[in-house]
């Protein structure tokens, strides 16, 4: 059968291929027809931009171009091959493949979809078990004052795991005041505009305490140094977005002297069982509300519209955040 799916072929470029899969799934395999499919504004973006870490490593094979995007998926269950008993055709699933209208894949890497979540949100618990990476590998302690600069899709997340997991404030920063506001509506504590004044006249509104916990979402060079000189003396700095770029640091002023550590928190540092384990607990987060993603969706497009999705999440980063493509 033909089906059609996004390509980046080079910088600034997404169009629509269309390749052949087998009609029948074979022994062990799941035919699933998508229904829609979130774009990661982190990782896809900085594909389609050609700002990854990667592009100049020959050796890197991650980031060249062509790239095919795409890691949030819900679709339905059309056939399944031979030995498959966990899953049935009409079975609503998620799963972590490309941006494509069907997809032919082994039955133990499709996840059915509680009853509870709709398809609207289901592709958020890719974004929602990135952020966890977060507070698995520096837990939250009760009482602390956390702050996450960044208001993407996992700084937002992220704010919000930190919240339920016993945080006394939690405090946001961005630029951008529409993304604040989302933040907001999603139930953080304090949204600190970036433009209005800078981070350090706005930290006193945390209390004598300051920001023990700070999460840098963003993964550049500028947030990455505005988290280490927010943190409070022996507070925690957590770098869950991924760096595009190198950095100078100040470490006697800003880690050495303030006794402040640095924990990396890219998804790989969390060990599949522990991911695996975490899956039940984030799919309820979503099935009752207590993580909301609703106020993130931003643009539901037709999946042939690819570029003009890409381009709003490069160039209107006011209005465009949580862009689902929809699959006929």
């Given at each position: 059968?033909?089906?059609?799916?996004?390509?980046?072929?080079?910088?600034?470029?997404?169009?629509?291929?269309?390749?052949?899969?087998?009609?029948?799934?074979?022994?062990?395999?799941?035919?699933?027809?998508?229904?829609?499919?979130?774009?990661?504004?982190?990782?896809?973006?900085?594909?389609?931009?050609?700002?990854?870490?990667?592009?100049?490593?020959?050796?890197?094979?991650?980031?060249?171009?062509?790239?095919?995007?795409?890691?949030?998926?819900?679709?339905?269950?059309?056939?399944?091959?031979?030995?498959?008993?966990?899953?049935?055709?009409?079975?609503?699933?998620?799963?972590?493949?490309?941006?494509?209208?069907?997809?032919?894949?082994?039955?133990?890497?499709?996840?059915?979809?509680?009853?509870?979540?709709?398809?609207?949100?289901?592709?958020?618990?890719?974004?929602?078990?990135?952020?966890?990476?977060?507070?698995?590998?520096?837990?939250?302690?009760?009482?602390?004052?956390?702050?996450?600069?960044?208001?993407?899709?996992?700084?937002?997340?992220?704010?919000?795991?930190?919240?339920?997991?016993?945080?006394?404030?939690?405090?946001?920063?961005?630029?951008?005041?529409?993304?604040?506001?989302?933040?907001?509506?999603?139930?953080?504590?304090?949204?600190?505009?970036?433009?209005?004044?800078?981070?350090?006249?706005?930290?006193?509104?945390?209390?004598?305490s300051g920001a023990n916990y700070v999460v840098e979402a963003v993964g550049s060079g500028p947030t990455i140094d505005l988290a280490l000189k927010a943190a409070a003396n022996h507070g925690r700095v957590v770098l869950l977005g991924s760096p595009r770029d190198r950095l100078e640091v100040d470490p006697y002023f800003d880690i050495h002297r303030t006794g402040l550590r640095v924990i990396g928190a890219h998804a790989s540092t969390v060990d599949a069982a522990t991911r695996e384990q975490d899956m039940p607990f984030l799919w309820s987060l979503l099935a009752t509300g207590r993580i909301?993603?609703?106020?993130?969706?931003?643009?539901?497009?037709?999946?042939?519209?690819?570029?003009?999705?890409?381009?709003?999440?490069?160039?209107?980063?006011?209005?465009?955040?949580?862009?689902?493509?929809?699959?006929?």
């Amino acid at each position: 059968m033909k089906i059609q799916s996004l390509v980046f072929p080079g910088k600034d470029q997404c169009l629509v291929e269309t390749t052949t899969i087998p009609d029948d799934p074979g022994p062990g395999e799941v035919l699933v027809r998508n229904r829609l499919s979130l774009i990661s504004a982190g990782t896809e973006l900085a594909m389609f931009t050609e700002t990854h870490r990667g592009f100049e490593e020959p050796d890197f094979g991650y980031a060249k171009f062509p790239f095919r995007p795409g890691y949030a998926v819900v679709g339905e269950v059309v056939a399944v091959g031979d030995g498959v008993t966990d899953l049935a055709p009409g079975t609503r699933v998620f799963h972590r493949n490309r941006h494509a209208t069907h997809a032919l894949l082994n039955h133990d890497v499709v996840l059915p979809v509680p009853e509870g979540v709709p398809d609207t949100h289901a592709p958020f618990i890719a974004m929602l078990q990135i952020a966890m990476s977060a507070p698995r590998q520096a837990p939250v302690y009760f009482g602390e004052n956390v702050l996450v600069i960044g208001m993407g899709l996992v700084g937002n997340l992220c704010a919000q795991l930190c919240g339920l997991a016993g945080a006394a404030q939690v405090a946001v920063a961005d630029l951008a005041a529409p993304r604040l506001a989302q933040a907001k509506a999603c139930g953080v504590d304090l949204a600190f505009n970036l433009k209005e004044k800078p981070l350090s006249e706005w930290l006193p509104s945390l209390g004598p305490s300051g920001a023990n916990y700070v999460v840098e979402a963003v993964g550049s060079g500028p947030t990455i140094d505005l988290a280490l000189k927010a943190a409070a003396n022996h507070g925690r700095v957590v770098l869950l977005g991924s760096p595009r770029d190198r950095l100078e640091v100040d470490p006697y002023f800003d880690i050495h002297r303030t006794g402040l550590r640095v924990i990396g928190a890219h998804a790989s540092t969390v060990d599949a069982a522990t991911r695996e384990q975490d899956m039940p607990f984030l799919w309820s987060l979503l099935a009752t509300g207590r993580i909301n993603v609703e106020p993130l969706i931003t643009h539901v497009l037709p999946y042939t519209e690819g570029q003009k999705a890409y381009e709003g999440l490069r160039d209107r980063k006011d209005e465009y955040l949580g862009v689902l493509l929809e699959y006929p």
